[in-house]
């Protein structure tokens, strides 16, 4: 089995294909995000992630992102070759939980880390 997820670093654990990988929406992954849906800032990712209306291929950009975060060497298309318990309803588990530990609940920032203020 490879390393655990440590929640402290915002880090959950998916079991894709039966194998346990960590997940984690680093910088690098949440500036991924933000080009791959044409947002502008961390506040518009969070604000189209608490609409909840996500498609299969968000999903796969979510989840993919998050398992590179992780450290995964996977692309989106290993991703959506990919298998978890439950199919649909599974990844879209995974997505949530990786969005609650990166932005807190409903997708919002953290309250004890809140966003820095927007320049005037």
Known sequence: MGARANRHRGEIEGIFDGERRVLCLTLGALAELETAFAVDSLAGLAERFSIGRLKADDLIRIIGAGLRGG??????????????????????RI???????????????????????HPA
Not at 71 to 92: I, K, Q
Not at 103 to 116: H, M, T, V
């Open 95 to 117: 997505a949530a939980a990786l969005l609650e530990a990166t932005f807190g609940a409903g997708g919002e920032a953290d309250a004890q880390n809140p966003p820095p203020p």
């Open 71 to 92: 450290g995964n060497l996977l692309t989106d298309e290993d991703v959506a070759g990919m298998a978890v318990a439950d199919g649909l309803a599974g990844f879209a």
